[in-house]
């Protein structure tokens, strides 16, 4: 008897003692251990961060079961030289070679110029294609592509007032390619400072300095001038003074454009402050 009456105390002890453990251990299964479930919280975070992909799961024993997106799966570490990044890389080792080919002599030199510059634009638009179309796009390429553009435009455009054209149309006029070409350029540099400055705060700022339609006709205006413009230093196309004229007025649209989208863009960022 004795020894049945103490048994029954610590048949109560372990009973309750179990049901505390199984207790503990669903709340674990379930994430409501708060070391578990903010592990996995910023763990979900971090990977829906970094592709949108991630997954996080629990398994039976209570731990957390990490599924890394597919790109790291596949290669451990994310890729960084991407095609779409070697054609980046690309047009900023282009730079040294239009400046060296721009002060050179001969024939050739104009149509090696030309080349090089209306090469880096082709490449500049399918760059993005390849990354949107076969998804290799990287954070790494996404810095280094404005800055091969503006790289890449800047040079020319100094290139282009070291050397003024003639033109019989505008007569002798020495700011004729200075002023839209600090227009460009200062927008250029205002735009980049206020994307950095943007990147440091929240999404909506982000989405106020996302590329408009104005950016984009702006490019496209801007290529064509610089194209147009150092294709008409060939001798052999002196004569076409017509060459030389649209080369400019493409100039002065790109840099109405690139003022106009910039005031687009500050409206947007002031509305955000405001409210």
């Known amino acids: 008897m004795a020894l049945g009456s103490a048994q029954a105390p610590l048949a109560a002890v372990a009973a309750t003692s179990g049901e505390s453990v199984r207790r503990r251990a669903g709340d674990a299964v379930r994430g409501r251990s708060s070391a578990n479930g903010d592990a996995a919280s910023y763990m979900g975070s971090l990977y829906e961060f970094r592709n ?115 033109c019989a149309v505008f007569g002798d006029v020495p700011w004729l390619l200075a002023a839209p070409s600090i227009t460009i350029i200062g927008r250029e540099i205002t735009m980049s400072s206020v994307r950095e400055w943007a990147a440091s705060q929240n999404g909506r700022a982000l989405e106020a300095v996302a590329v408009n339609s104005f950016g984009k006709w702006k490019t496209a205006t801007q290529m064509t001038a610089l194209t147009v413009l150092l294709a008409s230093r060939d001798p052999r196309l002196a004569a076409l003074t017509v060459l030389v004229a649209a080369g400019v007025v493409l100039l002065y649209i790109s840099a109405g454009l690139a003022v106009w989208s910039l005031v687009v863009y500050m409206k947007k960022i002031w509305r955000l402050l405001l409210k």
């Open 52 to 166: 949108g992909r991630g997954e996080i799961e629990m398994n039976g024993s209570g731990s957390v079961k990490q599924s890394p997106p597919p790109l790291l799966q596949q290669s451990g570490t994310p890729k960084l030289l991407t095609l779409p990044t070697v054609l980046t890389i690309g047009r900023v080792a282009a730079v040294p070679l239009l400046v060296s080919t721009f002060y050179m002599d001969g024939w050739w030199a104009t149509t090696a110029t030309t080349s090089i510059f209306l090469l880096a634009a082709l490449t500049d638009w399918l760059d993005g294609y390849i990354a949107r179309k076969m998804r290799l796009g990287t954070a790494f390429g996404a810095f280094l592509d404005p800055v091969a553009d503006k790289l890449m435009v800047s040079a020319t455009l100094v290139l282009l007032c070291t050397k003024p054209l003639k």
